[in-house]
C-alpha cells in the first residue's frame, strides 16, 4: 500500500516557542491530506482538510491562527503549532488520500509542550 | 450532531476465539464505513471498507458488516491471535473523504 511518512514522530518543546511537523507521501501524489488530534483513550478529531495549493479548511473549534496548515506541493502538508502551549500537548496525526476511499496515516507525532 | 459509539472501551478473549466488536452512529449517513488498527503510538492503518449498499465483507480473518437500518456495524476477528492485540477504531465517511472515527475498542487476545 501506500506509504505516509510523518515528521517527526516524537517532539518537546517549550511553552510559548512553535513546532513543525511534516507529512509527506513517499510513493504517490496526494491531492489532498487531513490532519487530526488525539487524546488518550480518545477518537482521532479531523482539525482540518490541506488541499495543495490552496488554503486548509479548518473544522469548527481549530483555531487556524494556532494551527498554521501548508500544503506547498502534492507529496507534503507541514502543520506549525505556533506559541505552544502545555494543552496543546496531543498526539497529531496526518493521513493522505490517493483517490480512493482507503485513507493512509503517518506513523503520528507525540507533541509534549513544557 | 452526529455520535459514532464503539460500545466497548476494552474487550479481552482467549486465543482461538471470535472477536466481535460493535459500531453503532447516529445522525449520520455514510457512503461508507471503514475499520482501522492501531497500535500504541502509531498512526491507524486500513483494515476493510463496506459500503452502504453492502451487507457483509470479508478479509482473511477479518468479516465486516453493515446494517444502515440499524446504524450498526460488527467487526469480527475469527481465530484470533495474541498478534491481533490492537485498538480497532470504526471510521464512517462520505463522498469528500472525510472521516469520523469512533473512539475505538482495545482487543487483548490471551494466549
Known amino acids: 500500500g501506500a506509504v505516509v511518512s510523518q515528521h517527526p514522530s516524537r517532539v518537546i518543546c517549550k511553552s510559548g516557542t512553535s513546532v513543525k511537523i511534516e507529512c509527506r507521501s513517499l510513493?504517490?501524489?496526494?491531492?489532498?491530506m487531513f490532519w487530526y488530534r488525539q487524546f488518550p483513550k480518545k477518537s482521532l478529531m479531523l482539525m482540518a482538510t490541506?488541499?495543495?495549493?490552496?488554503?486548509?479548511?479548518?473544522e469548527q473549534g481549530v483555531e487556524k491562527d494556532k494551527f498554521l496548515i501548508n500544503h506547498a506541493s502534492l507529496t507534503l502538508s507541514t502543520l506549525t503549532v505556533t506559541s505552544a502551549h502545555p494543552e496543546d500537548s496531543s498526539f497529531y496525526i496526518c493521513?493522505?488520500?490517493?483517490?480512493?476511499?482507503?485513507?493512509?496515516f503517518g506513523q503520528g507525532t507525540r507533541l509534549t509542550v513544557v | 450532531s452526529q455520535k459514532i459509539e464503539q460500545n466497548s472501551e476494552a474487550l479481552n478473549i482467549q486465543e482461538g476465539k471470535t472477536a466481535t466488536l460493535t459500531c453503532n452512529y447516529t445522525?449520520?449517513?455514510?457512503?461508507?464505513l471503514q475499520w482501522y488498527r492501531q497500535d500504541p503510538g502509531r498512526g491507524p492503518v486500513f483494515l476493510l471498507l463496506?459500503?452502504?449498499?453492502?451487507k457483509e465483507k470479508r478479509k482473511e480473518r477479518l468479516k465486516v458488516t453493515f446494517d444502515t437500518t440499524l446504524k450498526q456495524s460488527l467487526f469480527h476477528i475469527t481465530a484470533s491471535q495474541p498478534a491481533d492485540s490492537a485498538t480497532y477504531l470504526c471510521?464512517?465517511?462520505?463522498?469528500?473523504?472525510?472521516?469520523?472515527f469512533g473512539a475505538g475498542t482495545t482487543v487483548t487476545v490471551r494466549a
Open positions: 493521513s493522505a488520500e490517493q483517490g480512493s476511499t482507503e485513507a493512509f
Open positions: 490541506s488541499n495543495e495549493g490552496s488554503k486548509a479548511t479548518y
Open positions: 463496506i459500503r452502504e449498499n453492502e
Open positions: 445522525n449520520y449517513s455514510p457512503a461508507y
Open positions: 510513493d504517490f501524489q496526494a491531492t489532498t
Open positions: 471510521a464512517l465517511g462520505r463522498d469528500d473523504y472525510k472521516l469520523s
